[in-house]
């Protein structure tokens, strides 16, 4: 049934006008190797953020599905768990090829249902590829270690063993990386996943699944369901579910976090943010510029590593201008026409509140410098586009900074001293980034030393590491002890048992009641 539903896609996929609005299907569960219809009555739509056409639907799962779901991956799991980690690593190497193969229909689907460039939508496959690759060592990541003869004739060593069934829940910005920074490091190191895709951009993760599959991976260890509020709930309760990763927002991520922990389950969370770029009057202007302007405004500034807000110390304010003149060279169109840089925000609902977001910014006295609220697309005229804006004279204390705007907006502050900067940076309740530019390395190291952020750049405005770190949000941004990929993320998806040995000849010591101290 999938592959004839996947061929109507495929049409409607291709699509990048209205035309073709006659075939939205509805995306199937993935539940123990079979991609099986829901019974459920109801249904919410994914739209195309460039022109609403509609492009598939999801169910809203039932429980009995769900339970299915969760059965599926409980059953798949002692098998799989004892399937060498060499041949779990070569279902990833087999998958990584495949998703390169692919790579193309990924990124089109990416753009069609999230609305960003095509180019962006590869680099959104290739990030997460790049955690697929690295599964592909888990043997080496997760060895344990061994104390010889820490007694007489005693060994200790420790091993790291899988969870069991683990779920995922999924935000709409990255649809496929974000998705791939789950389940390849939770199945490889011998975990089964139940996956909640965003309802807003589910396709990604759907292809994702049949590679996966086609790679080799056993019936019942990745699972996927559609849904909501009611189906992450059921993820949160579910007695069989021993981990959740969530990525989203932040109240979406501290409800996850406490009803999962409520459930003694661990949970690694990473969640919203407000990132910011401190700019010293000592920077390569023109570089630094380049990569604020790439950051604030790529992905229509959908990233949780967007840089929306700029802070220039001293005489670089006077650069605030230059920063207008690269944001009016901005193109804004669909995702899919070629050399745009901005494709539309995700829905209506999402650009009513950005652009509410904007005029509480002005009534609170900030001046606009650049306003790309009035953009209208032509040929995309139901896009949710919003063009490059540009804020200056902002503070702390006003709403358009306290909220995440998660829009093209870059909000700009002046401060007169590197440690003013620091200060800000460090007290804003978001922890996921923040990045300094400066040809100084005095004030590069202060700042590194000094900031209160998990994301540290030094003329680099997303310092998001590669796989073999980890992810590191901090303060609102993340919530959990472990966190996404690297080292961090196979702990996180296993646990340690320590073993003690002893091998000896044991003959003729007797029984000794007392603890033994050599
Ligand atoms: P979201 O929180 O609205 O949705 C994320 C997921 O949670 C979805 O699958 C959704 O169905 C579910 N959900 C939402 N509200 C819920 C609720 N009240 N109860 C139960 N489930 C709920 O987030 P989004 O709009 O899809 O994504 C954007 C957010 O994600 C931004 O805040 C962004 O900063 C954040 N994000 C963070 C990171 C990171 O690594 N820190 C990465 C990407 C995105």
Redesign the pocket.
């Known amino acids: 049934h999938w592959r004839s539903v996947a061929s109507v896609f495929g049409i409607a996929r291709m699509s990048t006008t209205a035309s073709h609005t006659s075939f939205p299907a509805r995306l199937p569960n993935l539940i123990g190797g079979e991609f099986v219809e829901s019974k459920s009555k109801s249904s919410i739509e994914v739209l195309n953020p460039a022109t609403q056409e509609v492009v598939s639907m999801i169910p809203l799962t039932t429980h009995k599905e769900f339970k299915a779901a969760v059965s599926a991956a409980n059953k798949a799991f002692p098998s799989w768990k004892n399937t060498p980690v060499t041949v779990r690593q070569r279902v990833m190497l087999k998958l990584q090829e495949l998703i390169r193969r692919d790579m193309d229909k990924i990124a089109l689907n990416i753009t069609t249902e999230q609305g960003k460039t095509l180019k962006d939508a590869h680099g959104d496959v290739f990030r997460g590829l790049e955690v697929v690759e690295h599964s592909c060592g888990m043997a080496s990541v997760q060895m344990g270690e061994f104390c010889p003869n820490i007694a007489n004739g005693v060994d200790t060593y420790y091993v790291r063993e899988p969870l069991g069934v683990c779920a995922g ?6 649809p496929a990386m ?1 998705p791939l920074w789950m389940f390849p490091v939770a199945v490889t190191c011998g975990n089964t996943f139940v996956m ?1 895709p ?3 951009d589910p396709g990604a993760s759907m292809i994702l699944a049949e590679l996966a599959m086609e790679a080799g991976l056993p019936d019942g260890v990745l699972n996927i369901v559609h849904g ?2 009611d189906i ?2 059921e993820i949160c309760d579910d007695e069989d579910i021993k981990a959740i990763s969530f ?6 991520g501290r ?2 976090y406490s009803r999962g922990t409520a459930k003694y389950k661990r949970v690694q969370s ?4 407000k990132n910011h770029a401190l700019i010293m009057p000592d920077a390569n202007m023109d570089a630094a510029l380049n990569a604020v302007a790439s950051a604030g405004f790529g992905a229509a500034g959908q990233r ?1 590593m967007a840089l929306g807000v700029a802070i220039f110390v001293g005489s670089s304010k006077s650069w605030e201008e230059e920063l207008v003149k690269r944001a009016k060279a901005l193109k804004v169109n669909a995702g899919i026409v070629p050399d745009t840089d901005l494709g539309p925000v995700i829905s209506k609902e999402s650009k009513a509140r950005i652009h509410r977001l904007i005029q509480s910014a002005v009534d609170d006295g900030a001046k606009l410098l650049l306003d790309g609220r009035d953009i209208v697309v032509p040929g995309y005229e139901n896009g949710n586009f919003i063009g490059p804006t540009i804020l200056t004279n902002v503070n702390t204390n006003m709403e358009s900074y306290k909220e ?1 705007i ?1 829009g093209p907006v870059i909000q700009c502050m002046n401060v007169d001293t590197l440690e003013e900067g620091i200060d800000i940076i460090s007290k804003n309740r978001y922890g ?1 980034g923040g990045s300094i530019f400066t040809s100084s390395g005095i004030a590069a190291r202060k700042f590194q030393a000094e900031v209160d952020q998990g994301q540290v750049g030094i003329n680099v405005a997303i310092p998001v590491p590669l796989p073999f770190f980890s ?1 590191t ?1 901090s303060k609102d ?1 993340f919530a959990g002890d472990l966190n996404f990929y690297g080292k961090a993320g196979m702990h996180f998806y296993t646990k340690m048992k320590t073993v003690i040995q002893q091998w000896k000849g044991l003959s003729g010591q007797g029984v000794c009641l007392a603890m033994p101290t050599k």
């Open positions: 829940i999924c935000p709409f910005n990255f974000i909640k965003s309802e807003k909501t509020h992450v709930n990525v989203g927002s932040t109240n979406a409800h996850i990473n969640m919203g943010a949780c995440e998660f996921n992810f949000g941004s």
